[in-house]
């Protein structure tokens, strides 16, 4: 991260020129309830030692061959999961009023949800589903049940929660989300339904922005990528849009399109999913940089690395949430990935979204070391 972006970050967030006063997003929708958990590999005097990476707990699988095993857990936290509720919570933290459509819990939200910040409005059609989240200090392996996740739809949600309250929800938002598309089956039914029953009737100019969020895509078919891809071309030629993905997801789901399947490099992945969907930009993240795809060229930031991880799970959603965060208060698409890293390398270290003030000293503490270079990985520095 180059340390005068950052200070430039910084100097507009003292100065009072990055908010979100007045600000809405209605974003949907998924919901779980997540348990944070680390496997621990045994005891000293010092107490549990946990497995440090998925490497090394999958070489201890591995050698048991055919042999039964268990493994003791150490959980870590109970909270809420999914990448709608875990975004919101970040948007909200910083500001912006957020209308939350998801699994969250019914005829009321879960008491989970309720620690979701006072900005979150939440509207629930179902029942939260429920994970597991193995932690590592090099990323997670995540365990769901998610038998709702297959049959929801677009009509399921608008007999439950009514179509004039959907169209409500809709109506002034300044930027729209869809999360999770990899997991929730009839997604892009669901995403169709917004367009089709609930754009016609919002407010002149509204949305400013659309935010995709597509998580592990790996099952999709190409031509349930074509199907998605066709409707974000339509939001594109309403408001700007934004298609995040994480580097495993970006490989992915290049895989998916035709790709070569043992293709290491995001930045190849990145070009060819950029060329695939008429977006406005793509970024493709890993936890050391990220890579931003724009009609005006490439541009590409480190992030704000950290060793180990107090909470690894979120940290993705809440780079998501930056991001629309800084295009909603104006700053350009450098800027929005400062605020981004920022919103992300805050929660991994305390395990909670920060507030703008924080998110300010966060990134004045960090700028110093701002200009350190970062470690080549799969096409991006």
């Not at 003791?72 to 500001?95: C, D």
């Not at 994480?246 to 490989?251: D, G, H, K, R, Y």
Request: hydrophobic share 45%.
């Amino acid at each position: 991260m180059r340390q005068e972006l950052v200070k430039q970050v910084v100097d507009k967030i003292g100065r009072g020129e990055v908010g979100a006063a007045g600000k809405s997003m209605t974003i949907g929708f998924d919901g779980f309830i997540d348990s944070i958990v680390r496997i621990v590999r045994e005891h000293s005097e010092s107490g549990a030692e946990h497995y440090r990476s998925k490497a090394s707990f999958g070489q201890s699988l591995t050698q048991l061959a055919t042999r039964n095993a268990s493994f003791e857990l150490t959980e870590v936290t109970t909270k809420i999961g999914g990448n709608m509720p875990i975004a919101a919570h970040a948007l909200a933290r910083l500001g912006v009023h957020v209308r939350c459509i998801g699994m969250l819990g019914c005829p009321v939200p879960d008491p989970h949800f309720a620690s979701m910040d006072g900005n979150c409005e939440l509207h629930s059609f179902a029942n939260p589903s429920h994970s597991m989240a193995l932690e590592f200090e090099d990323g997670k392996i995540l365990l769901a049940k998610s038998d709702l996740l297959r049959t929801i739809g677009w009509q399921e949600i608008a007999r439950t929660l009514g179509l004039s309250r959907l169209i409500d929800l809709y109506r002034d938002a300044d930027a729209i989300g869809f999360a999770n598309w990899g997991e929730i089956d009839r997604a892009t039914e669901i995403w169709e339904g917004v367009e089709r029953d609930i754009l016609p009737h919002m407010a002149i100019g509204a949305p400013r922005i659309a935010l995709f969020d597509l998580a592990d895509s790996s099952r999709r078919t190409a031509q349930e990528f074509r199907r998605l891809a066709a409707l974000v071309g339509r939001l594109t030629a309403r408001c700007e849009t934004v298609m995040c993905l994480n580097a495993n997801e970006a490989l992915a789901l290049n895989a998916v399109l035709g790709g070569d399947e043992h293709e290491s490099d995001v930045g190849t992945a990145g070009e060819a999913l950029f060329a695939a969907v008429d977006v406005h930009t793509l970024i493709v993240r890993h936890a050391r940089a990220a890579k931003a795809w724009t009609r005006n060229g490439v541009v590409e930031e480190d992030t704000f690395y950290v060793e180990r991880p107090r909470l690894s799970t979120g940290g993705g959603d809440n780079f998501n949430a930056g991001y629309c965060f800084a295009r909603l208060a104006g700053l350009d698409v450098e800027q929005g990935l400062v605020i981004a890293a920022g919103v992300a390398g805050f929660y991994v270290t305390e395990g909670d979204s920060p507030t703008l003030e924080q998110l300010g000293g966060f990134l004045m503490e960090r700028a110093p070391a701002a200009d350190m270079p970062a470690r080549q990985v799969g096409g991006m520095r």
